[in-house]
């Protein structure tokens, strides 16, 4: 048997074709980064509020070894790049799906030149990665409130203590 990828793979966007690929998407252009190691609750309703500020969203996640020196813990990414880009290319809200190994996702920033900007409610608007960038061409920034507040290492814990 054949193995035959499913059709959401193909929002998986290596980084340099990321400036060709988000051209065909609609805008408004929603950017957003982060590991979203294991996705919970409180990532896809972020997600899905991030989405609602425009017409497409695009997320970049930190490669493996960017997400190690974040110093998460030794046993981090628990879900390696490749399953981690799967699993968001999957959700309905995600348009595209890239990464960066760098140690912020500025370049991918400038590769797409998205008009809305966002992190979750722990980073503070004038903290964002890119967010001089964003703003110096018209765009905006958002740091969206946690409805949920649930963590991945709060759910390795627990997982952990069972």
């Given at each position: 048997?054949?193995?035959?990828?499913?059709?959401?793979?193909?929002?998986?966007?290596?980084?340099?074709?990321?400036?060709?690929?988000?051209?065909?998407?609609?805008?408004?252009?929603?950017?957003?980064?982060?590991?979203?190691?294991?996705?919970?609750?409180?990532?896809?309703?972020?997600?899905?509020?991030?989405?609602?500020?425009?017409?497409?969203?695009?997320?970049?996640?930190?490669?493996?070894?960017?997400?190690?020196?974040?110093?998460?813990?030794?046993?981090?990414?628990v879900n390696a790049l490749a399953?981690?880009?799967?699993?968001?290319?999957?959700?309905?809200?995600?348009?595209?799906?890239?990464?960066?190994?760098?140690?912020?996702?500025?370049?991918?920033?400038?590769?797409?030149?998205?008009?809305?900007?966002?992190k979750g409610g722990d980073w503070?608007?004038?903290?964002?990665?890119?967010?001089?960038?964003?703003?110096?061409?018209?765009?905006?920034?958002?740091?969206?409130?946690?409805?949920?507040?649930?963590?991945?290492?709060?759910?390795?814990?627990?997982?952990?203590?069972?």
């Amino acid at each position: 048997m054949n193995y035959l990828a499913p059709a959401f793979e193909a929002k998986i966007c290596p980084p340099d074709q990321l400036t060709a690929r988000t051209a065909a998407l609609a805008r408004p252009l929603v950017f957003t980064n982060g590991c979203f190691d294991i996705l919970h609750r409180g990532h896809v309703t972020y997600l899905a509020q991030a989405a609602a500020l425009g017409t497409s969203l695009v997320v970049a996640l930190n490669s493996d070894a960017s997400v190690k020196r974040l110093g998460k813990g030794d046993d981090r990414p628990v879900n390696a790049l490749a399953d981690r880009l799967a699993v968001m290319a999957a959700l309905e809200c995600v348009a595209l799906v890239t990464w960066f190994d760098e140690d912020t996702p500025l370049q991918r920033i400038l590769d797409c030149r998205p008009e809305v900007l966002v992190k979750g409610g722990d980073w503070p608007v004038d903290k964002i990665v890119g967010c001089a960038e964003v703003r110096g061409w018209g765009g905006t920034v958002h740091s969206i409130p946690f409805i949920h507040h649930k963590s991945t290492t709060a759910l390795l814990e627990k997982i952990r203590r069972l």
